[in-house]
């Protein structure tokens, strides 16, 4: 079979531009004419640092947007620290999830896990509204947001479930002198589809392998007020004396950060090829996330439009309000009767 000839819906891993594997294909075997392929360079070599560099740069707006942010003025204070962790003892801690599908479900669940289901709440839960299932998403006067939460979790785009949310949630969006909760984002399968209003979110993240890249690297982008020494970070032995669970080091955003993501050894290649989607994107666009957005909404159009032609063969999935653009979730139905 050709690859020319093939039309591939897959969600993830997703398909990649010719172009951009045919070059990878080169690189793999001899980058840039050095004699080695680019899974053979090391790391922290210049070229693996020119690669990452340019990739970031690239994806600009996004992580611009945040690094804009100047450091607070404020010293590490361990007795706050202590002051504030002292609250997951209290049971005074909580995380804050809008269950919307199988993805927010997954992390809602992890975090339970991690810290005790007494500190993760669910602010909002889908499945109430219909019929136990997901599909819809809860108006945002109904959530029951906890006073102080740690941080406000969704999944901007429901991959599963083909739910997405239309906009920024009008419930999170920070007052006017910037207080607001703490949001937490996972974008990974509707990233670089539309303009993203960063300065709402204090974390966003997205693994590669839907709208950017191959499998094996996911992108974070995170406010600096979050990292230290704006943020200080609580020492290993204060977590134990708090009973708090200690997080490896190489899953520590202060680590990542520090090192440039390059604290342990970072898969080149699979930056290598988002770095040439992020330039074939921007080459193909001149406009950016608005000329990807209409892209987006055409594809979508179109095939929810010849879903609904044929209601009699089709149900779509989630309610008009919140249906995806990148995932359309349908089920064929036999004489009107659901599968
Ligand atoms: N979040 C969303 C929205 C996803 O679609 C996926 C799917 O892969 C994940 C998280 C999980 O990503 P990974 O498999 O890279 O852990």
């Known amino acids: 079979t050709n690859r020319a000839d093939v039309t591939y819906f897959g969600a993830g891993p997703a398909l990649l531009p010719t172009e951009v594997l045919e070059n990878a294909s080169q690189a793999l075997l001899n980058y840039d004419n050095t004699g080695l392929g680019i899974a053979e360079h090391s790391h922290r070599s210049q070229l693996a640092a020119n690669i990452l560099n340019e990739a970031k740069a690239d994806l600009g707006g996004g992580s611009g947007g945040f690094f804009w942010l100047a450091p607070k003025e404020e010293d590490a204070d361990q007795d706050k620290l202590v002051a504030e962790l002292s609250k997951a003892i209290d049971n005074e801690l909580k995380l804050d999830y809008l269950v919307t599908g199988g993805w927010s479900l997954k992390a809602y669940q992890e975090a339970g896990r991690l810290l005790g289901t007494e500190h993760v709440n669910i602010a909002a839960d889908a499945r109430t509204i219909n019929d136990g299932k997901f599909g819809r998403i809860p108006e945002g006067g109904t959530w029951k947001l906890s006073k102080d939460a740690a941080f406000v979790y969704y999944c901007d785009n429901e991959t599963v479930d083909g739910v997405e949310s ?135 159009t179109l095939i929810y439009e010849a879903l609904e032609a044929h209601p009699d063969i089709y149900r779509i999935v989630p309610d008009k309000s919140v249906r995806s653009r990148m995932n359309i979730c349908f089920r064929v139905t036999k004489n009107g009767e659901t599968e």
């Open 166 to 300: 239309p906009k920024f949630p009008e419930a999170l969006v920070p007052k006017n002198d910037g207080t607001g909760p703490i949001v937490v984002a996972d974008m990974s399968s509707n990233i670089l589809s539309r303009k993203v209003p960063v300065k709402n979110f204090s974390l966003v993240f997205f693994g590669a392998q839907k709208n950017l890249g191959s499998t094996g690297v996911t992108v974070v982008i995170i406010k600096k007020s979050l990292l230290p020494p704006n943020c200080p970070q609580p020492s290993p032995s204060l977590m134990r004396k708090l009973g708090l669970p200690i997080p490896p080091v190489i899953l520590s955003y202060e680590t990542i950060a520090k090192n440039n993501s390059l604290y342990n050894t970072l898969s080149i290649f699979d930056v290598y090829i988002a770095g040439q989607v992020l330039k074939k994107l921007l080459k193909t666009f001149q406009d950016k996330a608005d000329g990807q957005e209409a892209v987006a909404n055409k594809k979508a």
